[in-house]
């Protein structure tokens, strides 16, 4: 009893250990393994009872099964491998350009002396009035855009002599015959780096802000 009991240990041991080994196997080894012991197993068939044709076919369909899905994953790892180096060097040319996306934010040009920025109207306004706040609240100056037609819009504020530091961001006022008109802040934003972080591009803008690409709604 006991010797059959070690027995039946080691058999189990040895089938975990071959299992474990197979498990670690690459696709080829798999089907050069499955090939072989296909050729020992027709060799030694019994010539009155040989394998059933069906059975052969559905085991040879398996293995190219585990073979071509495992190419498969290999060649979509390489495109996506190749996709993330073409999203980089594309990302490189944004550097420089000016980015536009949702927010307060006001960005300024190399000089310093204009700041700029946009408003998004969701409906025609006959006053659009723009006011750039400093760090209290305090209106550090205006820009009247006049009347303009629903979409995007861009502004320049002349911003000499005022330190950039002090300035917290703007704010839109849009009405039509005394009514308000929804009207969005617009942040434009010069690129200054671009990087890659988990497969997707992030841009850093002036004023050290970071984007997804995504978050971006035009290039300039």
Same mark, same amino acid.
């Given at each position: ?44 068939? *019994?010539? %009155?009872?040989? !394998?059933?044709?069906?059975?052969? /076919?559905? &085991?040879?369909? @398996?293995?190219?099964?585990?073979? $071509?899905?495992?190419?498969?994953? *290999?060649? %979509?790892?390489? !495109?996506?491998?190749?996709?993330? /180096?073409? &999203?980089?060097? @594309?990302?490189?040319?944004?550097? $420089? ?124």
């Amino acid at each position: 009893m006991v010797d059959t009991v070690s027995n039946t240990s080691s058999n189990v041991l040895a089938t975990s250990s071959a299992a474990s080994a197979a498990s670690k196997q690459t696709p080829q080894e798999m089907q050069d393994r499955f090939l072989k012991l296909m050729v020992a197993q027709l060799s030694n068939q *019994d010539p %009155l009872n040989p !394998m059933d044709n069906a059975e052969l /076919t559905t &085991q040879m369909a @398996q293995i190219n099964t585990v073979t $071509g899905i495992q190419q498969l994953n *290999d060649s %979509l790892k390489a !495109m996506t491998a190749q996709f993330g /180096t073409l &999203q980089a060097m @594309q990302g490189t040319s944004l550097i $420089g350009r000016t980015a536009i996306v949702n927010g307060n934010m006001l960005g300024y040009d190399a000089e310093g002396g204009k700041a700029h920025g946009g408003v998004l109207l969701q409906a025609a306004a006959d006053s659009v009035k723009v006011d750039v706040l400093g760090l209290t609240g305090q209106v550090l100056g205006t820009v009247d855009m006049g009347g303009l037609p629903a979409g995007q819009h861009s502004f320049d504020w002349d911003s000499a002599g005022i330190d950039r530091s002090l300035v917290s961001g703007f704010r839109v006022t849009a009405t039509k015959s005394g009514e308000p008109v929804t009207a969005n802040p617009l942040s434009m934003l010069r690129v200054e780096s671009v990087g890659m972080v988990d497969g997707s591009i992030r841009l850093r803008t002036e004023g050290q802000m970071a984007y997804a690409y995504g978050d971006v709604l035009a290039f300039q």
